[in-house]
Structures are given as C-alpha cells and as structure tokens.
C-alpha cells in the first residue's frame, strides 16, 4: 500500500512539474502535429484507387508518428532528473519500485494524450477512415501500453548516458519492432473495419508483450535506478 | 537512543585509476561525529555518498548496525539524512510541494503544520509556497537542510553544509549539529575549522 501511495506521489509530482516546465508536453505535442500536418500536405488524402494496400500504408504512418513523437518526449521524465540533478533526492527517499511505478504511468497518461491527439490529426487531415472505432481505440491503448512498457526502461538506462538521444533510439528499436509490427498489421483491421473475432489476437499479443515486459522492468528496474 | 554504529573496514574509494581514498577504517556510535576535512577532490564527498549507499566503494565495507542488525548503507537509506552541494530539489515546485512529495515517497504521514513547523525551524517561516527557482543560494541550502531533516534521521551526513550561509545560516548547522548529538550519528565533510570543532574524530583524507 505505501509503495502505491509512493508511486502515485510520484506520478503527481511528475504531472505537476511537467504542466509547469512543459518539458515534454511541447515536444511530443509539436512532433505529433507537424508529422500529421508534414504527412498531410505532402502526400494528400490517400485514395483507395492509388494503392491496394492503403489501409496498411495508413495503418504505418500512423504509427510511426506516434513511434517518433514518443522517442522525442518519453525518455524525458528520467532524463530530466538526471539532467536537473534531482534524482540523487529520489533515490535516496523514494523506493525503486515507486519511482518506476509512478514513472510509468506519468509516461503512460503522457502518450495516451499523444495517440489521441495524433489519431484526431490523422482522421482529420490524412482523411484516415476508421472502420471498427472501437478496436481501433483498444488497439491504439493495447500499443501505447507496450510502447510505455519498453521505453520506461530504457529511459532509466539512459538516463546517465551522454548521448541519450541517439542510445535512447539504439536500444528501444529492436525492442519497439515485434510491437509496431502488430499494431501495424492490428490497425489495418480496425481501419478496414473487421470484427473483434479478427482483432483479438493482436490485442492478446500485445498485452502478453506489455505484460512480459512490464514483469521484466519490475525485476530490473532496481539494478538499473541504482547503479 | 537506539543503538546505533557505523562501522567502515578498509573502505577504498577509486575513480578510474586513481584512488581517493584508501584504506579508512572506523567505527562510529550512537551520539559521536565524525569531521571528514581534506583538499578539494580528496573524495570527502565521495565517502558521504558511500555512507548514504549512492555509491559503492571500490573496496573494503560501509556498513551500519542498528539494534544488533547489520544494513548495507542502501538498506538504510530510511535512517539517514544527506545534505550536499550535489543535491537539487525540484525548482518548478514550491518548498511546501518538495516535502510534502519527499515526505509521501518516505511513508511519512506530516501535515501543512509539521510542514510549516520544520520550515520554520530551518528559518524558511512563510516562504513555503514560493518556488524554489525563486529561492537564493542560501534559502535553497534551507530547504535541504529542511530536506534532510524531513525524517528525523538517526543518521545525518552533511556535505559542506554552511558553504552558501551567512551568520544566521551558520547558527542553523550549530542547532542541528548540537540537536544530531542527541539523535545519534553526525558525518560533517568540512574544511571549515568552525564545523571541524563538532568533530569527536576529524579524518583527514588526502593526506
């Protein structure tokens, strides 16, 4: 119980900050807009008569913006300790655990923002079309978890690196493969507008992929955070 | 009080290939303070991070024993204090959000009066809904002493801790120093001869 209430103590905590500093906030918002906004003007409205597999070719830019917007932003909560040097405090104070914890769903309420803005500018603009809305919907949180899930702790071992970015990108894109492979080929049903009986398999492989992962984090985490 | 000691064994400390402190050993109780002094890079700082289990040491032990049972420095964070120049809050929040969060993260139940009251008795009385990017280098050395403190630490390491303070900041760590004698262990890292007289022993590193 009290590593929850630590947990969400930090989730606050890292919710405040970034709603005061938008140290996140801007890039990921300003990476996902000007993606969907750059995609849109230069390809146009893709019409089906142009190519068979558009409900694919949709289905991949979608996440690939989504993809790029998250590596922009989502290594940021621990970069930033580290960085402003604040994460000595945390580490003496606060429980490992708690700090991943709380971490993850500061992360996760972050991308969850970024997928429905990105979503929203890519239905508008791109003149997405969304044939089963609801799993659409489920397969963009099922991806999001797992994006969170992986990039959580990679964020972690970065953190004291001196070239983040480019190791950030290095070590989450083998991880990031088998996810966006799935949620690629899971969204093109929901935009052709198949059935749960056809979506839930990517759905099950994208939970048992957050959920490994997840499981794996909580194991490591500790080792990572400290040394 | 408890009982309470620190024990070091050998306790070597490298950077790279360079060591910077060798070959420390010691035991500290319950109501004595150690003063750590010696040149800049000498690894004062270093040996209190150690002692708070931020890092490891490159040989030898840091250890507590606390009523009979023996704690690596990390599984004793809960009963220690750190005050250092290394050490940064959160200056987008104010100085009632940084403890009331680090009280949170600790399992600590304290509330806008306790809050207040440590505050005040760190000479911040009134200013805790200020930011601390608004704070000087003082008032922010204030809060980390308030930092430290949050928990009523048995154990309290503080790393240069009057560099930035005026007459009345240094009245502060005499306080603290004094009311530490009563709580249990005091790890000063000073050059200051002032906080060097705290000191029952005075380690001299570097030499």
Known sequence: ?????????????????????????????????????????????????????????????????????????????????????????????????????????????????????TAVLSIVFLRLPVGNP???????????????????????????????????AVLAFPLLVPLLVVAIRGTELALDGFGWDRGILPLQVLAGYTIALVTVSLFLFGSVWET | MQELRLELDDLAIDYGTRRVVSGVSLTLHAGETLAVAGANGSGKSSLLRVLCGLQRPSRGVARYVVAGEIMQ??????????????????????AHENLRFFAQVRGLQLSDADLEALLTDVGLGGRG??????????????????????????????????????????????????????????????????????GDYVLRLGI
């Open chain 1, 1 to 117: 119980m009290m590593l929850l209430v630590a947990a969400w103590a930090v989730f606050l905590k890292d919710v405040r900050s970034e709603l005061r500093t938008r140290y996140a906030l801007n890039a990921l918002l300003l990476f996902a807009v000007s993606t969907v906004v750059a995609l849109s003007l230069g390809l146009g409205p893709l019409a089906p008569s142009r190519n068979a597999d558009l409900r694919l070719i949709q289905s991949g830019l979608l996440w690939i913006a989504i993809l790029f917007a998250a590596f922009t932003g989502l290594s940021r909560s621990f970069v930033q300790e580290e960085d402003a040097r604040t994460a000595a405090a945390l580490r003496l104070a606060a429980p490992p655990l708690a700090v991943y914890l709380g971490k993850l769903l500061f992360n996760l309420a972050l991308l969850l923002l970024l997928v429905a803005l």
């Open chain 1, 134 to 168: 609801g799993l659409f919907a489920a397969l963009l949180i099922a991806g999001s978890l797992g994006l969170v899930a992986a990039t959580t702790l990679i964020a972690a071992i970065i953190s004291r690196a001196s070239i983040k970015g480019a190791l950030f």
């Open chain 2, 73 to 94: 420095p990390d599984a004793a964070r809960a009963l220690i204090g750190w005050l250092s120049p290394d050490l940064q809050l959160y200056r987008e929040l104010t």
């Open chain 2, 129 to 198: 809904n200020d930011l601390l990017a608004a704070y000087s280098s003082g008032m922010a050395q204030r809060l980390r002493f308030a930092y430290a403190l949050l928990h009523n630490p048995p154990i309290l390491l503080l790393d240069e801790p009057t560099v930035t303070f005026d007459e009345r900041g240094a009245a502060l760590f005499e306080r603290v120093a004094e009311r530490q004698r009563n709580r249990g262990i005091l790890v000063i890292a000073t050059n200051d001869p002032r906080e060097l007289r705290y």
